[in-house]
């Protein structure tokens, strides 16, 4: 059951909570970033305590605190009908796709079955205090700060390269990237790039868009 707290009530449980100290600061943070959202009303904090299993989520104009483990079926998103939309868990999260282009922070492991989507426009982050597991993760223009490690099967990487000091390492280039590689070879020394295919690209660059719908279909990069 999902109940409105305050700010000063969301904080309290944020502090006690255990998990990585560094995200669970960057929760506070994020929070008093959003808190005018909430003093004017446009936004509340609803807290979902104990551990919650959904066939789909989308965050909103709320703000959403999971004080235990989160576990979607099918599609977790954010700013859906918003710009801007905070998610904050307090424990794991396993959903089959993950699109996001907000702020997100977990404390504890994110694992997504399928596709991770991630753009913000360099705003915002996926901020995971354990480690990230996924098949694939397609980020154009979003942080991944992660405490753990980052285990991915294809990892597409325009922003928060391990070249940027990121701590995405890409090992999956579109046509235009490709052509990056080959005229600053230096610059991705030792990695070795598979080509995006044709279905994910658009004008020779991955294309969101179409990712997430391929992902929505169920689709999987270079499955069989």
Not at 179 to 184: G, L
Request: charged share 20%.
């Amino acid at each position: 059951m999902n109940k409105s707290i305050s700010i000063a009530e969301a904080e309290a449980i944020i502090r006690q909570a255990k998990g990585s100290a560094q995200t669970l600061e960057n929760m506070l943070n994020h929070l008093d970033a959003f808190a005018e959202f909430v003093e004017d009303g446009t936004s509340q904090i609803l807290l979902c305590e104990g551990n919650i299993t959904l066939p789909y989520l989308a965050v909103q104009d709320d703000i959403l605190l999971f004080a235990g483990d989160l576990t979607v079926n099918g599609i977790l998103e954010d700013a859906i009908e918003t710009n801007i939309s905070l998610l904050l868990v307090l424990g794991d999260v396993h959903c089959q796709n993950l699109f996001t282009f907000s702020q997100i922070c977990i404390a504890g492991n994110l694992t997504v079955e399928n596709t991770i989507v991630a753009d913000s426009l360099c705003d915002y982050s996926l901020d995971v205090g354990g480690d990230i597991t996924a098949h694939a993760i397609l980020e154009k223009g979003h942080w991944f700060e992660v405490g753990g490690t980052v285990q991915a099967d294809y990892i597409y990487a325009w922003h928060c390269t391990v070249q940027r000091q990121g701590v995405l390492a890409p090992n999956l280039a579109d046509d235009d990237m490709r052509i990056d590689v080959q005229r600053n070879p230096e610059k991705f020394k030792g990695v070795l790039f598979q080509r995006l295919p044709d279905e994910w690209q658009t004008d020779a660059v991955l294309d969101l868009g179409k990712a997430v719908e391929l992902a929505i279909s169920g689709k999987r990069l270079f499955a069989e």
